[in-house]
T-cell receptor
Framework: AQKVTQAQTEISVVEKEDVTLDCVYE???????LFWYKQPPSGELVFLIR??????QNEISGRYSWNFQKSTSSFNFTITASQVVDSAVYFC?????????????FGQGTRLTINP | DTEVTQTPKHLVMGMTNKKSLKCEQH?????MYWYKQKAKKPPELMFV???????INESVPSRFSPECPNSSLLNLHLHALQPEDSALYLC?????????????FGPGTRLTVL
């Protein structure tokens, strides 16, 4: 069975601090896909990144970076120089579907609060 | 246009009412999803349509009835709901052609059942 664990329920930091959101996953599949979504108070889930299991390259996009390590089954997300607009709930998700319905297994989410 | 729209934004209904939620996308996506999200919980999958056909029903009670009239529209018909059905209902769509594609979500409908 697939499982995603986000052990940090809530994180609160002061603006401009760096913050890392942890994500640990479990799957027996050799091919799988990992995602991060952001959910601001407005409710919409905003897609941030997709990573394939066969691509362990880390990725940086502006202040956001992702560290994928298959050896520890982790896909962590770091925000550098955090801003108040980064305040949201962040979900890590896992899928084994290449085609078809693509069922996403979500973690419980991490509520991030950036204080001015 | 990379947007999924949902109407209404908010809905309050009684347990005897019949109402419908609407979702629309114009990205040419051929998979569409309904999720239910309770406060402080992750989204839970309810239904998946692929090429306008129902492909997944996650054992959802029959008081929720999905409908996909065409490739751009997805409805969720509600009847005889319970107060515990109050939640944020999210729609998502995903392309099925080409390489692997992610799901794009709409802003949701906040449903309150009295």
């Amino acid at each position: 069975a697939q499982k995603v664990t986000q052990a940090q329920t809530e994180i609160s930091v002061v603006e401009k601090e760096d913050v890392t959101l942890d994500c640990v996953y479990e799957t027996r599949d050799t091919t799988y896909y990992l995602f991060w979504y952001k959910q601001p108070p407005s409710g919409e889930l905003v897609f941030l990144i997709r990573r394939n299991s066969f691509d362990e390259q880390n990725e940086i996009s502006g202040r956001y970076s992702w560290n994928f390590q298959k050896s520890t089954s982790s896909f962590n997300f770091t925000i550098t120089a955090s801003q108040v607009v980064d305040s949201a709930v962040y979900f890590c998700a896992l899928s084994d579907a290449i085609q078809g319905a693509q069922k996403l297994v979500f973690g419980q989410g991490t509520r991030l609060t950036i204080n001015p | 246009d990379t947007e999924v729209t949902q109407t209404p934004k908010h809905l309050v209904m009684g347990m005897t009412n019949k109402k419908s939620l609407k979702c629309e996308q114009h990205m040419g996506h051929r998979a569409m999803y309904w999720y239910k999200q309770k406060a402080k919980k992750p989204p839970e999958l309810m239904f998946v349509y692929s090429y306008e056909k129902l492909s997944i029903n996650e054992s959802v009670p029959s008081r929720f009835s999905p409908e996909c009239p065409n490739s751009s529209l997805l409805n969720l018909h509600l009847h005889a709901l319970q107060p515990e059905d109050s939640a944020l209902y999210l729609c998502a769509s995903r392309g099925l052609a080409g390489s692997y594609n992610e799901q794009f979500f709409g802003p949701g409908t906040r449903l309150t059942v009295l």
